[in-house]
């Protein structure tokens, strides 16, 4: 199957700083990145779609300010926490899919830790 | 929208089968995804059904009735690294747009 390959796996940060999270597909073009957040014992909750070369679509209640999502090539998407705080702590996944794929692709997911 | 219901924990014993419910309601529907997850890993891919029937893989078989707006994942001679959360996906039927329920927590006991 596809890789996807999401650094850091976890990572602390101080109240106020910002944190990028890189989700890479290694062995296909990703046309659709998915980027999803998940608090401990809930399901997973997507957060928004970014297209390559274009803006992401963001889900309802999701503040775009804050979560910035950049998809500047078909291997490559980020997504900046920025000005973290505490409740943003969370576990976040991305998921890669392609054209003529229904199947998306999950990232190792990062845990993110604000103190 | 989208409303997707699954229990939220079940119990078994090795050796044992053990079946969980996802039912969901959709505007789109163009698949319907089985993920299992580990704490603290990503989801992993079990299976995906798009027609109405069974699909079986080994120690894992899934159902789907488009029509009842349900799918069932059955695991069978469970294993105790079975213990794990099992997520029912939706996909609708543009893009690759993956919805959630909320997860089944499942442990299994000596």
């Known amino acids: 199957g596809a890789v996807v390959s999401q650094h850091p796996s976890w990572v602390i940060c101080k109240s106020g700083t910002s944190v990028k999270i890189e989700c890479r597909s290694l062995d296909f073009q990703a046309t659709t990145m998915f980027w999803y957040r998940q608090f401990p014992k809930q399901s997973l909750m997507l957060m928004a779609t970014s297209n390559e070369g274009s803006k992401a679509t963001y889900e309802q209640g999701v503040e775009k300010d804050k979560f910035l999502i950049n998809h500047a090539s078909l291997t490559l998407s980020t997504l900046t926490v920025t000005s973290a705080h505490p409740e943003d702590s969370s576990f976040y996944i991305c998921s890669a899919g392609h054209i003529g794929a229904l199947e998306a692709f999950f990232g190792q997911g990062t845990r993110l830790t604000v103190v | 929208g989208q409303n997707i219901d699954q229990p939220t924990e079940m119990t078994a014993t090795e050796g044992a089968i053990v079946q969980i419910n996802c039912t969901y309601q959709t505007s789109g529907f163009n698949g319907l995804f089985w993920y299992q997850q580990h704490a603290g890993e990503a989801p992993t891919f079990l299976s995906y059904?798009?027609?109405?029937g069974l699909e079986e893989k080994g120690r894992f078989s899934s159902f789907l009735s488009r029509s009842k707006g349900y799918s069932y994942l059955l695991l069978k001679e469970l294993q105790m690294k079975d213990s794990a959360s099992y997520l029912c996906a939706v996909i609708k039927a543009a893009g690759n747009k993956l919805t959630f329920g909320g997860g089944t927590r499942v442990l299994v006991k000596p």
């Open positions: 059904n798009v027609l109405d």
